[in-house]
């Protein structure tokens, strides 16, 4: 066998050896892919089975398009009573209640998660330390329900909430008349330093209001 038939020899031979490493390959990836998929399907049908419906039965996996439900949701979207309408968020189902920029409104329920609560009040513990998360939460509630006036000033922004200010004090709050607690606390004290600056508080004010006001008279 001449050196030119000995090199064609060995490039076959290698060719051969590289095409089954690529079928290999193939059939190893194609293998960890079935692996996968039956792994996740097996998690998927023990999470099925541990979960009970409300009446302590076991949930039905078999689906049909009869029994597909949207879920109720509470943002005011499809599948709420509040979609393509004003809704109260945080609230399932009704038309939120007229929201005054200014006059007296209805009471909010409260902030919207009991973590949200212990969170706001731990983030702004300085000028609310001597109050609960259940003082500091009707505290909020009162605040924002009261109609502006004297040393109160306030706004309805453009998402429906109504905001109020204290012009002596510098507490601000944010909320839904009938719907949830944004925030509540005081711009003018910084929990960093330990200061409290008035001027600070209704800068705050000012900056937010003209940003984000739909009006400033009675509505």
């Known amino acids: 066998m001449t050196s030119k038939e000995n090199t064609e020899a060995v490039r076959r031979y290698h060719e051969r050896q590289a095409t089954r490493m690529d079928q290999r390959t ?14 996740s399907a097996r998690i998927a049908l023990k999470k099925l089975e541990s979960l009970k419906n409300t009446d302590g039965k076991p949930l039905d996996t078999e689906f049909s398009s009869d029994k597909i439900q949207l879920p109720l949701k509470s943002d005011g979207g499809p599948g709420s009573g509040n979609f393509n309408h004003n809704g109260v968020p945080g609230q399932v189902g009704g038309s ?12 909010c329920v409260g902030f919207e998660h009991k973590r949200t609560l212990a969170w706001k009040r731990k983030k702004h513990g300085g000028m609310y330390s001597s109050m609960t998360d259940s003082e500091y939460e009707a505290h909020a509630i009162t605040f924002l329900k009261q109609k502006c006036g004297g040393a109160i000033d306030g706004y309805l922004d453009k998402d429906g909430a109504i905001c109020r200010f204290d012009t002596k004090t510098g507490e601000f709050a944010k909320g839904f008349p009938g719907g949830y607690v944004k925030t509540c606390f005081n711009p003018g004290y910084s929990e960093k330093n330990r200061t409290f600056s008035l001027e600070r508080a209704q800068r705050y004010f000012d900056k937010h209001k003209a940003e984000e006001a739909t009006g400033d008279g009675e509505s």
Do not use: D, F, M, Q
């Open 26 to 39: 193939s059939e190893l990836e194609r293998a960890i892919i079935r692996y996968r998929a039956r792994r």
């Open 96 to 107: 939120a209640p007229a929201a005054s920029a200014r006059g007296e409104n209805v009471p």
